[in-house]
């Protein structure tokens, strides 16, 4: 069964570096998302790209975040400069065109700890 | 304004019980979908069901079943029979617009806990 894959499945970093989540989403899919889980709490959306560009973004999704989906099979989510509040685990996500199921496929994550 | 709410934070049930998780949802539109998906302690996002707004008919999968009612904006889950393997957190989730391919809004979630 197609899935998304996500790496690094854990990453640790200082404040104020730079980190980049990388996400593979499943191959015919061509909406793509990242979403944010801080530890406990509920999952919020970041963005959503479609036809590489943002269609939507949060208020959560300020200037130092930003999309990119750069050899058309990765969709990468960059930190330019991580805060303690970005700690959070990361999740990718993609679907078809909306003439399809729509259904959101989700990956296993990215848990970012930023120190 | 979209939201959804899961009143329930936490429920611990004894296995084999069954056991209702409430989802309650506002959205203006009249299109829009419902979603439940389970967060097991591994962290991972496991897709269970997405319902339609035009769709009032109840599921049964197994051991689960869904209530959709339009009328209370009501969107509950229930196991039957409760395991241990079921101990997770649940969260409903609401998109609204045309394409079930928009931003899914997710409530807080509720996690359930089955003691053997």
């Known amino acids: 069964e197609p899935e998304v894959t996500q790496t690094p499945s854990h990453q640790v970093t200082q404040m104020g570096q730079e980190v980049i989540l990388r996400c593979v989403p499943i191959?015919?899919?061509?909406?793509f998302y990242w979403y944010r889980q801080i530890l406990g709490q509920k999952v919020e959306f970041l963005v959503s790209f479609y036809n590489n560009e943002i269609s939507e973004k949060s208020e959560i999704f300020d200037d130092q975040f930003s999309v990119e989906r750069p050899d058309g099979s990765n969709f990468t989510l960059k930190i330019r400069s991580t805060k303690l509040e970005d700690s959070a685990m990361y999740f990718c996500?993609?679907?078809?065109?909306?003439?399809?199921?729509?259904?959101?496929?989700f990956g296993e994550g990215s848990r970012l700890t930023v120190l | 304004a979209q939201k959804v709410t899961q009143a329930q934070t936490e429920i611990s049930v004894v296995e084999k019980e069954d056991v209702t998780l409430d989802c309650v949802y506002e959205t203006r539109d009249t299109t829009y979908y419902l979603f439940w998906y389970k967060q097991p302690p591994s962290g991972e996002l496991v897709f269970l069901i997405r319902r339609n707004s035009f769709d009032e008919q109840n599921e049964i999968s197994g051991r689960y079943s869904w209530n959709f009612q339009k009328s209370t904006s009501s969107f509950n889950f229930t196991i039957t029979a409760s395991q241990v393997v079921d101990s997770a957190v649940y969260f409903c989730?609401?998109?609204?617009?045309?394409?079930?391919?928009?931003?899914?809004?997710f409530g807080s979630g509720t996690r359930l806990s089955i003691r053997p």
């Open positions: 191959s015919n899919h061509l909406y």
């Open positions: 989730a609401l998109s609204s617009g045309y394409s079930s391919a928009s931003k899914i809004i």
């Open positions: 996500a993609s679907s078809e065109a909306p003439e399809g199921t729509g259904e959101l496929f």
